[in-house]
């Protein structure tokens, strides 16, 4: 193989491995954020939690999967259906990251137990390699089992905490199989709404 080839087969190589990144770290969602005290959500690349789980999502659907804004106030997210479930949905860090989603949509949530109704085998972690570049808030590792929810307060109070902490480190879990981080959670109702596997009411 001349050297041109050589330099023509890299380049495509190159090519081809910058295009599969950007399907796997692809983040599809018209979900908008409208609430101001829900900004601590987002995690240090300024992306909001419908964002962030839309990437997650996506792992398991071919790098693309598209979470939709919730129609109206008081709606929320389901959890997968019997057909759709997968390892990407039936986890706490996609449950907590969509209920996020959905409260800072000024939107309701269903308890774990609920989201997790058609799921088998079910997953305290992503189980999942995490897209290279993607910064999951540290919130979505907490203990959702305990209190089968997903508790905002407990989210927010670890957000600035962990800000305090580490400043430099801040909401940048972009890890294999992080964790679980077990606390005790008041309970507090939250949901969300995707345009497949995902359902809303």
């Not at 987002?42 to 992306?47: A, G």
């Not at 992080?178 to 596997?197: E, I, Q, T, Y």
Request: contains cysteine; hydrophobic residues 40%; negative net charge.
């Amino acid at each position: 193989m001349g050297a041109t080839n050589v330099v023509r087969w890299l380049t495509t190589c190159i090519a081809l491995a910058a295009f599969f990144e950007l399907r796997v770290t692809a983040q599809d969602t018209d979900a908008v954020c409208t609430l101001a005290s829900l900004q601590w959500s987002f995690n240090t690349e300024k992306q909001s939690p419908c964002a962030v789980a839309s990437s997650l999502l996506g792992v398991c659907s071919g790098g693309d999967y598209k979470v939709v804004a919730l129609p109206d106030t008081d709606t929320e997210y389901l959890g997968p259906s019997i057909d759709a479930a997968n390892p990407c949905q039936c986890n706490t860090v996609v449950y907590s990251l969509m209920s996020a989603c959905a409260l800072c949509q000024n939107g309701t949530i269903i308890t774990w137990s609920e989201w997790i109704t058609n799921c088998a085998p079910i997953y305290t972690t992503f189980p999942k390699l995490i897209p290279d570049g993607l910064r999951v808030p540290a919130y979505a590792y907490l203990d959702v089992e305990t209190q089968d929810t997903f508790d905002a307060n407990a989210a927010m109070q670890d957000m600035l905490l962990s800000l305090r902490l580490y400043p430099q480190l801040h909401q940048q879990l972009a890890v294999h199989n992080h964790p679980s981080r077990f606390r005790k959670h008041l309970p507090l109702r939250l949901l969300p709404v995707p345009p497949h596997p995902l359902q809303s009411h």
